[in-house]
């Protein structure tokens, strides 16, 4: 299996530098970028080569919901999206699950269940749900 390539899109920097140290750990996946931002986020994107994008919902820019609504008109790859983000008011996971997230954990939550978690959806083993 090759390596699985991640974009890290998170307003906490502190949050994506943990995570970055602990995918680059794993042999079986690398990030491929990391930005706090939603619109550099959806040109990462654009540009290809990312696998699964990692992100939260509150970012600058465009927030996540509407990352994920712009990344539904994209034609071509879309990666598979982990929502990560302690923001679950209302019914917003349902909202992220409608605009394509693949998978919504809730903050704080241990990063090696992040990792995990990648490496079962990118095996398919997981319908959307909330973690």
Do not use: W, Y
């Not at 699985?4 to 690398?30: C, Q, Y």
């Not at 465009?62 to 879309?78: A, K, T």
């Amino acid at each position: 299996m090759s390596t699985t390539k991640i974009l890290l899109a998170d307003a906490d920097e502190e949050f994506r530098i943990l995570l970055a140290d602990v995918i680059n750990g794993e042999s079986d996946m690398e990030v491929a970028g990391s930005v706090g931002d939603g619109e550099e986020a959806l040109k990462l994107v654009c540009s290809g080569g990312v696998d699964v994008l990692v992100m939260d919902l509150v970012l600058s820019g465009i927030d996540g919901l509407e990352l994920l609504r712009q990344m539904g008109e994209l034609s071509g790859h879309r990666p598979t999206v982990l929502v990560v983000s302690g923001f679950t008011r209302g019914n917003v996971v349902n909202q992220a699950a409608a605009l394509g997230a693949d998978f919504f954990m809730t903050k704080p939550c241990r990063m090696d269940s992040i990792t995990e978690r990648i490496r079962l959806l990118r095996v398919g083993g997981l319908d959307v749900a909330s973690g």
